[in-house]
């Protein structure tokens, strides 16, 4: 969310970023209704004080005078509840368009409406030269029998799986070494559940636009988040965290929900794109400083690429365009992983950097050192997901006879041994 005084003194910015992202929303209607808002507002306020100079006139009037005041004093008081209920009117249809709006993206970000506008920024490690023909990933699962991902479609439906021996251990295994490695790096270990309100979100900036993306719990009046992401904007709403706390870096883990609405058709084979998976995640909140969100973006950036390098997973880092990046982005940045038999980099992270518009709908604030309470500015980025991690990592150390070797990092997670 932008703050009303940003749009007014920014609105050639606030109009950039609605045409660069593809949104649509009435900017000159938001405008008026704020105006008609604060018309009503003076004329409640004038009609509070003639109540209350009426009041004040009341006890020195003869009953005569009291009658005509009291009945003064009553239509000043129907009026003033008739404009109120108007005023609330307005100020939800103005808050149902402040939610509409875009974040500001930078300006180092590709303008276009969609991923084919993204820029390779960056590559990392060299594509494996295998001197056979590679297995995908699922045909690797089905040789050594590492998942079942047949029988579980009858019980649970597409888009779903169940590993079985080493690569279910893996895939756990896997998740507390992330979850580790990120709170050595300085991050509050926190498992978050998926079950969120609905408020939670629209604080994080699913909805109001990705509603039919999320799976409803209806009789609870709540929701499956998709990404631990959603329960950690909304942990601290409605604090006034002390400055000198800040930093507050959360390594959430949690189940992900996703109903992938929009993916028909898309990654149907094997585990790239389901409706259910395991997520590390990063997440800060930090001063209002531009250049401080900068320099967490680089960190988080970093952290995930030394998991990857640790993996020996190749990867290029992505610089994702206006339309790619979502409402609330000012700057996304997604790795790609290369899954040798597509042939191409697939995306396993995505960074980003909010400054505060989650912060304003989540009411994020803290009190800096000169005591100013300010909204605070936000980060998130994927520090591992699976099973789609589990693609690339397959299928870049498959052996020619259909085995796995693993990372040297992960050997002492799978007994030291050298094959999974
Ligand atoms: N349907 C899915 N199936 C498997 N993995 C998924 C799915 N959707 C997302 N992921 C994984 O989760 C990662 C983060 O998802 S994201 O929507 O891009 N970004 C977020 O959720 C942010 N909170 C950063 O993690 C993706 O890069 C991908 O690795």
Request: charged share 25%; aromatic share 6%.
């Amino acid at each position: 969310m932008l703050s009303m005084e940003f749009i007014k003194t920014n609105r050639a910015d606030v109009d950039r970023a609605i045409r660069d992202k593809g949104v649509s929303v009435d900017v000159d209607a938001l405008l008026a209704l704020d105006a008609e808002a604060r018309a009503l507002k003076t004329e409640i306020d004038n009609l509070r004080a003639a109540r209350n100079a009426i009041s004040a006139r009341f006890k020195d009037a003869t009953p005569e005078e009291k009658a005509v005041l009291g009945a003064e004093a009553k239509a000043a008081g129907a009026r003033a509840s008739e404009l109120e209920s108007q005023l609330g009117g307005k100020q939800d249809a103005i808050n149902a368009l402040m939610m509409k709006l875009p974040g500001i993206p930078w300006d180092g970000a590709p303008v276009g409406p969609d991923e084919s506008f993204n820029k390779v920024i960056r590559t990392e490690g060299e594509v494996p030269n295998f001197g056979f023909e590679p297995l995908d990933h699922v045909a690797l699962i089905e040789k050594n029998d590492w998942a079942d991902l047949s029988r579980i479609v009858q019980v649970s439906g597409s888009r779903t799986y169940c590993l079985k021996g080493r690569l279910a251990l893996l895939e756990t295994k896997l998740m507390g070494w992330a979850l580790d490695r990120i709170a050595t790096a300085g991050f509050t270990a926190i498992t978050v559940p998926a079950i969120a309100r609905e408020q939670a979100f629209l604080n994080q900036g699913q909805f109001p636009g990705h509603v039919e993306e999320t799976y409803a719990l209806p009789n609870d009046d709540a929701y499956l988040a998709g990404t631990a992401e959603v329960a950690l904007t909304s942990l601290h709403s409605g604090e006034i965290v002390d400055g000198a706390k800040l930093p507050i870096l959360y390594a959430g883990y949690s189940p992900c929900f996703r109903r992938e609405a929009g993916s028909a058709g898309k990654d149907v084979r094997g585990l790239l794109r389901v409706h259910q998976f395991l997520k590390v995640e990063q997440w800060v909140m930090c001063d209002a400083d531009p250049a401080v969100s900068a320099e967490w973006h680089e960190k988080l950036l970093g952290l995930a690429e030394q998991l990857l390098t640790a993996l020996e997973i190749p990867y290029q880092v992505i610089e994702t365009s206006t339309g790619d990046m979502g409402l609330g982005k000012y700057r996304m940045n997604d790795i790609e992983s290369w899954v040798p038999s597509l042939g191409k980099y697939r995306e396993t992270h995505s960074c980003s950097t909010l400054h505060d518009w989650q912060a304003r709908r989540a009411n994020l604030r803290y009190r800096d050192s000169e005591g100013k309470v300010r909204f605070a500015h936000t980060l998130n980025n994927t520090a591992l997901a699976s099973p789609r991690i589990l693609v690339p990592l397959l299928e870049n150390h498959q052996t020619v006879d259909g085995r796995v070797r693993l990372p040297k990092a992960l050997r002492d997670l799978m007994g030291g041994d050298e094959y999974l």
